[in-house]
């Protein structure tokens, strides 16, 4: 027994030796943090973590091979875990690549078969996930286009799809917010138009586009039913007041407010900052009501980040840090509370909070 514990102890002190960052502070939530720390280094490895609000590592796995975002999962039959092996990309876009589950003793038991982005991904029980997919399109001109696909899966069968094709169908215009061609599976696609953000709202999903606004669908009809931004935006927002770059980006039906990080004012020169922006909206008559600055202090996170609201208090992640001084903040109250400084060649797509953890 002796033997054992003293196993144990030199197990966690030899896990919190090498850990590769700094802490500064501690969370005033009760949930712990995970993330994948990733290499700058595109073949370079990556180390999956889970951080308690004590700064203690709870749980570190090196894999030899690259990674990205590092997430829990709580379902109906308990808590899982995932992360994403990227593949093929798209300079300047986000990797496609597998989403790995691991069960809640971090053992790997599915490794799905379906290429995603790397953007954002919700697991819904052991065989039910929505994801990000692609295929390739062509509008009426010939010009091949990347068709990026909300797809909803469950137990081997597609339940939902929403696409860019979608977008040009419902809207009416195949006119879309910095559209370039890129090369892509050996051919040179328009990279059209990016989904960055994901969230279910009963029978709604909440889909962030990046360049071109924020999307409400319906999940049962999959009709867009609003707007917010972009150039098809339908609130009448102002010019500064619409992003170019949004991710992380969530919805309070209740409140009718919309947060997410704004990495550029749309098409304004000289305006790459990474905000927190929360808009109060008036969804029946179609208004902005106000916008909130929550946090402006010239950062830029490469239009990466991530974005928890817990409560009053916010969990930011800075993405690719390339004006930033910190990898992960949270703030309490506007006041920065706990900091986590990464080493200097590595850095986190996202930063998650345990869902399992009662905090309010």
């Not at 399109?137 to 696909?149: A, D, E, H, Q, V």
């Not at 892509?184 to 059209?192: K, L, M, P, S, T």
Request: net charge neutral; proline share 5%; aromatic share 12%.
């Amino acid at each position: 027994m002796i033997a054992f514990l003293f196993f144990v102890l030199l197990s966690s002190a030899q896990l919190n030796a090498v850990t590769p960052f700094t802490s500064h502070g501690h969370s005033e939530l009760k949930s712990d943090l995970f993330f994948a720390m990733t290499s700058i280094d595109p073949h370079g490895p990556c180390s999956l973590f889970r951080v308690s609000p004590e700064n203690r590592v709870l749980f570190q796995r090196k894999l030899d091979l690259p990674c990205l975002d590092f997430r829990p999962h709580l379902v109906p039959e308990g808590v899982f875990y995932s992360y994403f092996e990227p593949n093929e990309g798209i300079p300047g876009s986000a990797p496609f690549g597998k989403r790995v589950i691991l069960d809640s003793g971090y053992k790997i038991v599915k490794r799905i078969p379906e290429e995603f982005s790397a953007l954002d991904f919700i697991l819904l029980g052991p065989d039910h996930w929505m994801g990000i997919e692609y295929d390739l399109r062509k509008f009426p001109s010939g010009k091949t286009y990347l068709n990026r696909i909300v797809r909803e899966r469950r137990d081997g069968r597609i339940v939902f799809e929403w696409g860019a094709h979608d977008f040009i169908h419902q809207s009416g215009s195949d006119t879309a917010a910095w559209a370039t061609l890129k090369p892509f599976a050996g051919n040179v696609v328009i990279d059209y138009m990016v989904f960055n953000s994901l969230q279910i709202l009963k029978d709604e999903i909440l889909l962030g586009t990046g360049t071109n606004g924020v999307l409400l669908l319906d999940r049962k009809t999959a009709k867009i039913k609003w707007i917010f931004g972009g150039l098809s935006d339908q609130f009448s927002i102002d010019h500064r007041q619409n992003n170019l770059f949004t991710s992380s980006v969530r919805f309070d039906s209740e409140k009718s407010e919309l947060l997410l990080l704004s990495h550029q004012s749309f098409d304004i020169i000289g305006t790459e900052n990474t905000k927190i922006r929360k808009y109060h909206i008036d969804i029946p008559g179609r208004r902005l009501l106000k916008v909130e600055e929550l946090r402006d202090r010239k950062e830029y996170f490469g239009h990466l980040g991530s974005l928890i609201s817990t409560g009053n208090i916010l969990s930011l992640g800075a993405g690719r840090k390339n004006r930033a001084s910190y990898d992960f903040l949270e703030l309490s109250a506007g006041k920065e509370s706990w900091k986590i400084i990464l080493e200097e060649k590595f850095f986190a797509s996202g930063f998650y909070r345990s869902p399992e953890s009662g905090d309010p």
